[in-house]
């Protein structure tokens, strides 16, 4: 995701490191990913504390919202055709396991609400 103010280069806290080949854990020495100066939180440290802190610009940012709404709206126009909005592959005949609703190829297409705890 793109934000003003976050930088260009973050990529997740589920990775190791940036897109700029910056460690996180060695930048947030210990101190949790809210500390990190790619994020716009009260606890973060500093944009300068990184070398690499790039700003995103407004115009990226608008350019990431439009490529993720373009995204979306070919994955509705697909499931609404009755394709896997991954493949293209005919959705029926689809499978439920659980909450989870599967098309005949195998890719997952959503999840159910239950009454189950």
Known sequence: MKIVGTCFH???????ECNAGVNYRAL????????????????SMPPESCSKFRSV?????????????????????AIQAG????CGANAEPSERH???IYNACGHRRGQFRTEEP
């Open 10 to 16: 973050f990529t997740g806290i589920q990775h190791n």
């Open 28 to 43: 947030h020495k210990g101190y949790g990913a809210l500390t990190l100066p790619c994020l716009r939180h009260p606890r």
């Open 57 to 77: 610009t407004a115009e990226e940012e608008a350019a990431w919202n439009a490529e993720v709404d373009a995204a979306f709206a070919k994955a509705e126009a």
């Open 83 to 86: 394709k896997c909005h991954v």
């Open 98 to 100: 659980g909450r989870c």
